[in-house]
């Protein structure tokens, strides 16, 4: 039987194989403790993308270890996947206008209520006050599995 010729190779994982609102994206502490946070998420070009705040520990986790693991969650962080090996990068600030608009399109009705809760919380300084978003770009290396 003849052997098919090789194809060329697809990223392992599918744009189809990360549905859903929220991604848990694990990074990793200096001491190698796992921190996992949910995020919104978009994909595009074989790619996850976030956006989060430029001073967040995940920022300075990803930039110190890009490794990660991501698996889709609900919005509280319950995984409803396998955990998938990735790599994270922080893309350049130029990146940041695009990436926000294809989130506001997915989030629209989520962006009416959390839009203002950002907007109270920045002015009444609760927590750390934001400073300028960036983007993460983050490419799984495997296909995660979608449970209940």
């Known amino acids: 039987m003849a052997k098919a010729p090789d194809e060329p190779q697809q ?12 991604l848990s994206i694990t990074s990793y502490r200096s001491d190698g403790a796992a921190v996992a946070t949910p995020v919104w998420f978009v994909q595009q070009d074989g790619r996850l993308l976030v956006e989060t705040d430029a001073a967040s520990g995940k920022v300075r986790r990803i930039r110190r270890n890009p490794a990660v693991q991501v698996a889709i969650c609900s919005g509280r962080g319950r995984l409803r996947g396998k955990p998938v090996p990735a790599v994270a990068q922080v893309l350049p600030e130029a990146e940041v206008a695009s990436v926000h608009r294809l989130l506001e399109h997915k989030y629209r009705a989520d962006m009416l209520v959390i839009g203002p809760l950002r907007l109270v919380q920045s002015v009444l300084h609760l927590g750390r006050p934001r400073t300028k978003s960036v983007i993460l770009a983050i490419e799984p290396e495997g296909t995660p599995s979608v449970s209940g």
């Open 11 to 22: 990223p392992a994982a599918t744009l189809a194989a990360f549905p859903g609102k929220y």
